[in-house]
């Protein structure tokens, strides 16, 4: 019987044929591996942010990163760099406080060049409205180009005093490119 094992020098796919590279479907050599980068992630801390009733507002106390491998998280913004356009993974967790436990509802969202894009997730506080708390996270892969730049937003529906964005590590914000 023949040998079940091809060599290397039997291979007629084009590119690197060695021992690091593996073959691709379309008859090509890949080196295996990558880096999910661009990657940013920040998170608030030490004050909160006044937020007005039912009106979407840009969280701005991302103040602290935890990491931002291309210097592209700058004033609470992700702007992707020049020639890193393609998939990424994005994420938002905003955690909102109000003065007398009157949170209706809360929405976390992901905004593309200044508007909502398809990232949203709501909480609606379906009991009396005695909620002095709420997280509300988001998530998802959007399609960026270089130069897109993306925030987090929130939009907190009360029933009476006053909410806050508490810029404790409960509210972050964070991508990363997804390898293709």
Known sequence: PANASVGLSQL???GTK????????????????????PAFMAYGSGSTQSISD?????????????????????????????????????????????????IRSSTSAIYVNGSISILSNYDDQFEAYSRYQTIVSVDGILELSAGNYVELYNSTNINAGSSTINASQATRFGAYKILT
């Open 54 to 102: 039912n009106v979407y507002e840009k969280v701005t106390v991302l103040n602290t990163e935890v990491f931002d491998t291309n210097s592209a998280f700058t004033s609470n913004t992700f702007t992707v760099p020049s020639g890193q356009g393609g998939k990424y993974y994005i994420f938002g967790i905003i955690r909102v406080d109000n003065s007398s436990g009157a």
């Open 12 to 14: 007629t796919a084009t």
């Open 18 to 37: 060695d021992a690091t590279t593996f073959l691709r479907g379309d008859n090509t050599f890949a080196v295996a591996g990558g880096t999910n980068t």
